[in-house]
């Protein structure tokens, strides 16, 4: 098998196993929340929907540029096994 067939498999594999876990599994259920958020106004609703985002698009964000600088970075870091320049011997 090449690189790039274990790849899709494994990406498969992944978009099958989060599309098979049920949603209510990713969720805290707290009855708090629910209750205040229930009994809330427009306004409060709002400001909810507005604290998650701001909880949620910053650490997305640093992920994926973390990701891209990985990437990026990968080539300048990797080495071979018989390099000539080095000069050390593990």
């Not at 494994?10 to 707290?30: H, Y």
């Not at 409060?44 to 650490?59: E, F």
Request: charged fraction near 15%; include cysteine; glycine fraction near 6%.
């Amino acid at each position: 098998m090449t690189m790039r067939t274990l790849r899709l498999i494994a990406l498969g594999l992944l978009a099958f196993a989060m599309l098979a876990i049920p949603l209510p599994a990713f969720s805290q259920s707290c009855a708090l929340c629910y209750t205040q958020a229930a009994s809330a106004g427009a306004r409060m609703i709002q400001a909810l929907r507005s604290g998650i985002l701001i909880l949620i698009i910053p650490p997305t964000l640093g992920t994926i540029g973390m990701i891209f600088l990985v990437h990026h970075k990968r080539n300048q870091v990797r080495r071979t096994e018989y390099s000539d320049e080095s000069g050390q011997d593990w």
